[in-house]
């Protein structure tokens, strides 16, 4: 009978050019409780925001530092609750304007976090008719490319 000792051996470990994932994505400076501080504090800023019917003003905040890395679940939690208030506080006529006032990364950030919500188990507190409104409209303002950046960054919100 062969010896089959030898496919119990990580081969990857003897191969320079394999990629970890820490490599891939740059990890965030601040500890975890700083980045589940800062999302209630924006959380705090969107309320304001809204209250003043400001929504691009309530989308730039919560989307210009979105937590990424494996540390900050609950950060990434309270982040996705805030979008999704303004999302279900927005009328399906102002959409189009708010998107057109977002910069290409915040757009980029907004559409995963559209296709992170359609993700969720019964797609949480949010209709399905509001998630596919807000994607359709930010489809039409910024094109195909920005699900194809979506899909293919590596850093997930």
Known sequence: ?????????????????????????????????????????????????????????ALNIVLENA?????????????????????????????TPVVKGLSQDSQDTLMKYLYKGMGMPGWGDISGSVLLGWHEKLTEVAGTGCIVRTMTDRRSV
């Open 67 to 95: 937590p990424y890395g494996p540390d900050v679940e609950e950060a990434k939690t309270v982040t996705l609750q805030t979008l999704l208030t303004i999302l279900n506080s927005t009328k399906s006529t102002e959409i």
């Open 1 to 57: 009978m062969a010896d089959t000792a030898f496919r119990k051996i990580d081969i990857d470990v003897y191969d320079e050019d394999v990629l970890q994932e820490e490599e891939l994505v740059t990890a965030d400076t601040r500890s975890p409780v700083q980045v589940l501080e800062d999302a209630r504090q924006r959380q705090t800023a969107v309320r304001g925001a809204l209250a003043r019917s400001d929504v691009v003003g």
